[in-house]
Every structure is written in C-alpha cells, then in structure tokens.
C-alpha cells in the first residue's frame, strides 16, 4: 500500500507545474471557512493579475496541520457530512476520523462547478501534520491576510466597561460584602450604566 506521501507527489506529477508557484498555508488555529477561501482564490488563480475564468492558471496549494483546524460558533457539533448512503457524520467525528477531508470539502464547495474543477483538485494537497513531501520545491508560505474585526456595539461596549470598572474596585477594596455590591449598582444606575 503506497504511503500519503507518495500518493500526493504522484498526483501532482500529472500537473504541468510550469511556472506555478508552491504555497503553503499552515491551518494551526485558522478559521475553517476563512482559510479555505483564500486557498480557493490561490488554486484558481485570482490573486494573479493574468487571472482568466476559462483558463488555470492557479497555484499549487499545500496545507498542513490540518488536524488543528479551529471552528467558530457550534459547528462541532452542529454542522453534519452527508453521504448518499444514509451515513451521517458530525464535523466534531469528522476531524477525528480524517482531519484532510473537512478542509478537502469546504473548499471544493468554493470553487466554481466546471471543466477545470478537476484540475485544481489536483494541485491541493492536504496533510494532517506538519510534515509534506514536497520539501525539495521552491515552497512560498502564504501569510493569512488579518482579520477585519468590526467595532463593538455599544451595549457590548458598555458591559465591558463595567466588568472592567468592577474588576478594579474589587481589587482596590478586596470588599465582597453586600453592601458593596449595592453601592456598585447605585453608582452605575447614576453614570447611566444599566445592568
């Protein structure tokens, strides 16, 4: 039985590579839908300037430590991978079975459904690990571009404000009692804080 690692290169030696680029991505600590995106804008070639719809043209994407995938919201254990054959499984049991397949997926779900599908298939290369075959290439590693966090609302911003301001006081006095508490309510329902 032929090993990952060899069954990865064999694939890739149908690709004309080219004047293709190798990237990278490490998906340690990554959001699943944000980094399968922006690997799906390198396969098929978008960030390019030469980029054509009817023409591949996109890079080699590798990716690595595909185990430690991070998820947002409950997805772990809401979100279900269906097959055909009435199996169900949730993405929680996913990640334990084969880490490679969830990234496979998502991806491949943001890629357009025509002839070229196929070939940029091909040029992604998943690895659970850290470890990748493909060490004797001239490897790119692609920096995750950062994430654009909108501002707070202010309800949230407030309650910030006066868990901080709680926290202080509670620091400053290392009272506990009742009382103290009380006074804290009667002064934030005077500032306008409402709990």
Avoid at 86 to 114: C, F, H, W, Y
Avoid at 121 to 146: N, T, V, W, Y
Wanted: net charge positive; with cysteine; hydrophobic share 30%.
């Amino acid at each position: 039985m032929a090993t990952p690692g060899a069954r990865a290169v064999a694939g890739i030696k149908r690709i004309n590579t080219e004047g293709i680029r190798w990237r990278v991505f490490d998906a340690k600590g990554q959001v699943l839908g944000r980094l399968a995106s922006q690997i799906s804008t390198v396969i098929q070639g978008k960030d390019k300037p030469t980029y054509t719809p009817n023409r591949e043209d996109g890079d080699i994407c590798i990716v690595v430590n595909a185990k430690d995938i991070a998820v947002t919201g409950r997805k772990l254990t809401d979100k279900f991978y269906r097959w055909h054959t009435g199996q169900e499984r949730s993405l929680k049991d996913q990640l334990v079975k084969d880490p490679t397949e969830v990234i496979r997926s998502a991806v491949m779900r943001m890629l357009p459904r025509n002839k070229l599908r196929d070939d940029r298939d091909l040029k992604l290369r998943i690895f659970a690990g850290s470890e990748h075959p493909f060490g004797d290439r001239p490897i790119e590693h692609f920096e995750m571009p950062p994430r654009q966090v909108r501002e707070l609302r202010p309800r949230i911003r407030r309650a910030m404000v006066r868990a901080q301001k709680k926290a202080e006081q509670q620091e400053e006095k290392g009272d506990t009692s009742k009382s103290a508490r009380r006074k804290k309510k009667e002064e934030d329902a005077k500032t306008g804080i409402t709990s």
